[in-house]
């Protein structure tokens, strides 16, 4: 693409001639092949073949000037769609690192809930094999609590039954007491002998 703008180099012969050959065949001018040209000798020729007059020269000059114009004017708005098309890329790439940061930032956020899902299902975790533990420890405590309490209730019994052993034990051993005192004392009755005393009081 060449500019035609400020600063611009001048436009060749050569691009000149194709841009006037297009104005004229769309101003429907017919034309001959010329041949090969250089910048030395630029002609037009009927199609009888003849050089056109100087009127006929300065029409071509004439459409050659509103094909410049209108060259200008093209390139012109392809600058300005092109300024246009890099000015709403430039936006788009901006709305794009934009979503990407709030991706990021969505990403992070995310990343900071699992991570805090993650810690307290841990938590819960721990917390319910304390609890597990609790509870072993609780029926570990009862099994004691029965054990020590059947203990000591075998050992009541056996104390009871040894209590009425010796309270039966202790019974007899009060009737001999009572049998003795009584059999010494009629030893002494009026001179009376044991045995027949004994048959007497029987104990």
């Not at 709403?88 to 809930?113: C, E």
């Amino acid at each position: 693409m060449w500019g035609l703008g400020q600063g611009s180099a001048e436009v060749p012969r050569s691009t000149i001639s194709g841009l006037q050959a297009t104005c004229l065949l769309a101003m429907d001018v017919p034309l001959v092949d010329l041949g090969p040209t250089d910048s030395r000798s630029l002609q037009l020729k009927d199609s009888v073949g003849n050089t056109p007059e100087h009127p006929q020269l300065q029409k071509s000059a004439d459409v050659d000037k509103k094909c410049v114009e209108h060259t200008r004017e093209a390139i012109q708005t392809e600058r300005l769609a092109e300024e246009r098309a890099a000015a709403n890329l430039a936006a788009a790439l901006s709305a794009l690192d934009q979503q990407t940061q709030s991706f990021r930032a969505l990403g992070g956020a995310h990343k900071y809930v699992c991570d805090e899902y993650v810690a307290m299902q841990k938590k819960v975790l721990e917390q319910g094999k304390a609890y597990d533990r609790l509870q072993d420890e609780l029926r570990a405590a009862k099994r004691t609590i029965l054990d020590e309490r059947a203990r000591h209730l075998n050992e009541l019994e056996r104390a009871t039954s040894d209590s009425d052993v010796l309270t039966a034990e202790l019974h007899a051993a009060k009737r001999e007491l009572g049998g003795v005192r009584t059999q010494i004392t009629c030893a002494f009755c009026d001179g009376e002998s044991f045995a027949t005393h004994a048959i007497q009081h029987p104990s």
